[in-house]
Structure formats: structure tokens, C-alpha cells
């Protein structure tokens, strides 16, 4: 069996705030913070950024989606990532 994971033990904690323990509280919030505080935090240099907000918004996409997008479609040009060729043999469901 495996053990919740920090979401679901707060989601527990929330829906029964009044029999936590104030230490349980504090350990799930330092966990949750940490998680926060690591989670795809990529800082660019301002110019960068500046390009990164204005192509996000042509997207329509917000900035971590834009990131992943652009990381993906380079390893795709670049071969790190296997790429999905379509000819005119293809099966494309009306799609192409």
C-alpha cells in the first residue's frame, strides 16, 4: 500500500480541521510549502521573459505550458524525442 501524497493529506486535514493536531498541521504545510517552493520554478533573464510572456499570450497558453511546448518541439528538431512522420500512406482519421 502506498502512502498518500501531501494533496490528499491535506485535502483529509481540511475536511477535518478541528481533530488535527496542530504539529500534524505543521509538518503537512512545511511539506506543502517545500513542494511549492521547488515546483518548476525557471527563472530567464529579463528579455527572455519579456518574449516568453508575449508568446505565451499569442498561444494562449500560460508560461509553464509555453515552456513545456517549446522544450518539447526542440527535442523533437533535434531528435531527442522521437518525431511523428506522416505521409500520404498514412491513416490520419480526417486529421493532417
Do not use: C
Not at 515552456?67 to 506522416?86: A, C, D, G, Q, S
Amino acid at each position: 500500500m502506498s502512502s498518500p501524497d501531501t494533496a490528499t493529506l491535506l485535502e483529509d486535514a481540511a475536511d477535518r480541521i478541528a481533530d488535527i493536531s496542530r504539529a500534524d498541521l505543521q509538518i503537512m504545510l512545511r511539506r506543502a510549502a517545500l513542494r511549492l517552493r521547488n515546483a518548476g520554478a525557471v527563472s530567464m533573464e529579463d528579455d527572455v521573459e519579456d518574449a516568453l510572456r508575449d508568446l505565451a499570450g499569442e498561444f494562449g497558453m500560460t508560461r509553464n505550458d509555453t515552456i513545456r511546448f517549446i522544450v518539447r518541439e526542440w527535442m523533437e528538431k533535434n531528435t531527442y524525442l522521437p518525431v511523428h512522420n506522416v505521409d500520404e500512406a498514412s491513416d490520419v482519421d480526417g486529421t493532417a
